[in-house]
């Protein structure tokens, strides 16, 4: 089983800066992609960014290009979100994701959340 643990989520004024973490532990073989999702309330969840695991193919969302940031550390099978200039709009709760391989099967995992506030 593998497991996602993020953080770094909180309250922040329009305009300011967070940076989210997820980390990955387990019996991993191998990560072929991470990213994060977003949900706000009422709302579905919304795929915001991805890399793959040799950080060639990245993807974001078009309401967060040019302000977030995707990266990840290989050797800690950690991935990170670099949020600048934040909007209220990007109030939500941020999922962590990552897809690979485990103990000889495929993984698709999610962390718990972590809840981003925008004030106005």
């Known amino acids: 089983q593998v497991q996602l643990v993020e953080s770094g989520g909180g309250l922040v004024q329009s305009g300011g800066s967070l940076r989210l973490s997820c980390a990955a532990s387990?019996?991993?073989?191998?990560?072929?992609?991470m990213g994060w999702y977003r949900q706000a309330p009422g709302k579905e969840r919304e795929l915001v960014a991805t890399?793959?695991?040799?950080?060639?193919?990245?993807y974001y969302v078009d309401s967060v290009k040019g302000r977030f940031t995707i990266s990840g550390d290989n050797a800690k099978d950690t991935v990170y979100l670099q949020m600048n200039s934040l909007k209220p709009e990007d109030t939500a709760v941020y999922y962590c994701n990552a897809e690979g391989w485990a103990r000889g099967h495929p993984f698709n995992s999610w962390g718990q959340g972590t809840q981003v506030t925008v004030s106005s």
């Open positions: 387990g019996r991993i073989f191998s990560i072929s992609a």
């Open positions: 890399i793959t695991n040799d950080g060639t193919t990245n």
